[in-house]
């Protein structure tokens, strides 16, 4: 299936959620992610500020917050993106696309991130994700050795069994939805 047509039913399916379903299956999926060990052991984790129905990420920066651990988001810049500590003095505001991005000027290497968790529109079973199509997420994380661990935060509907895939394509070491946890 191509990726426009698949991008297109997730994205129908995720609209039609109910507000209270939305929640309550993105706290068993924040759930899923919070129980691992990888979760538990990542002094700075990367988030991002959901839009479009996304997995929502309050309850992963909630634990972030109350264990002193430091949240890094997103911000676009140009063609690129930069990883940027969130802090009570610069908190998130709408960037370009009006995602709520940090305001704060403490950028972060990709290398600086312990577990960089990532959105998309849909994810397959050998952890290539499917976004909208601008590629941010590859670009700003195309160096293997300066990667974080990277994590996927879905509902499970969201998981196809294959994506086509580019050699380009930023893969997952796993992916956390709602219905369990999966490690590529």
């Not at 993105?26 to 899923?32: E, G, H, K, T, V």
């Not at 879905?154 to 997952?172: I, K, S, T």
């Amino acid at each position: 299936m191509p990726k426009d047509a698949i991008r297109s039913r997730s994205l129908d399916r995720r609209r039609m959620l109910a507000p209270e379903s939305h929640h309550a299956l993105s706290l068993a999926a924040q759930r899923q992610l919070l129980a691992t060990p990888e979760f538990v052991a990542a002094a700075v984790v990367g988030l991002y500020s959901p839009v479009r129905g996304e997995v929502d990420t309050a309850l992963l920066q909630q634990q972030l917050s109350e264990t002193g651990r430091i949240p890094v988001y997103p911000r676009v810049v140009g063609d690129g993106m930069e990883f940027v500590r969130l802090s009570p003095e610069a908190p998130l505001v709408p960037g370009r696309f009006g995602i709520l991005e940090p305001s704060g000027s403490e950028r972060l290497p990709p290398a600086a991130i312990d577990l960089l968790v990532i959105p998309g529109v849909a994810f397959d079973r050998r952890g290539h994700r499917l976004g909208y199509g601008r590629g941010y997420y590859d670009r700003a994380l195309q160096d293997e050795d300066c990667r974080p661990l990277l994590a996927g935060l879905a509902f499970a509907f969201q998981l196809v069994d294959r994506l086509p895939a580019q050699p380009h394509d930023v893969q997952l070491q796993m992916l956390a939805t709602d219905a369990g946890l999966h490690r590529f």
